[in-house]
């Protein structure tokens, strides 16, 4: 009996469910029908939640490899900005090798500059 003869609020009371409910066949055929329908319509529900979840797990796949993508990107940037400092510290350290051996060069000119010197001086002192 509807709410308002009851002297309710007027408002219908809420359905259990939002399908209208079918009549139960009277055959067996029918029966088997409406079990088939039933099953139909909770397969085809299933296949709807699935699309919806392949479709957000598509979505999340694609800002991953975006995401991927990207770091791929930046990672080729860092490489060959390491590869680039590389050779830098390389050609430096070739450079100061060769530096070195000249002041060591010139510091041993400059030893026997000084003992020739000394030398030098010691003979005339005699």
């Known amino acids: 009996m509807p709410s308002w003869r009851r002297g309710g609020s007027g408002n219908p009371e809420p359905e259990r469910s939002q399908q209208p409910r079918r009549p139960r066949p009277r055959t067996r ?3 088997l029908l409406a079990d088939l329908r039933a099953r139909l319509d909770e397969a085809l529900a299933r296949l709807d ?3 919806k979840i392949t479709a957000e797990l598509a979505r999340t796949l694609a800002s991953h490899q975006s995401g991927h993508s990207d770091l791929e990107r930046r990672l080729a940037g860092l490489e ?3 590869q680039t400092a590389l050779e830098e510290l390389r050609a430096d350290r070739k450079r100061h ?3 070195l051996t000249r002041l060591q060069a ?3 000119r400059h030893k026997r500059a000084v003992s020739a010197l000394e030398h030098t001086l ?3 002192d005699q």
């Open 97 to 99: 090798h060769r530096l």
């Open 106 to 108: 010139s510091v041993e």
């Open 122 to 124: 010691g003979a005339d």
């Open 49 to 51: 939640a699935h699309e």
């Open 29 to 31: 055929r029918g029966r």
């Open 80 to 82: 060959s900005s390491y």
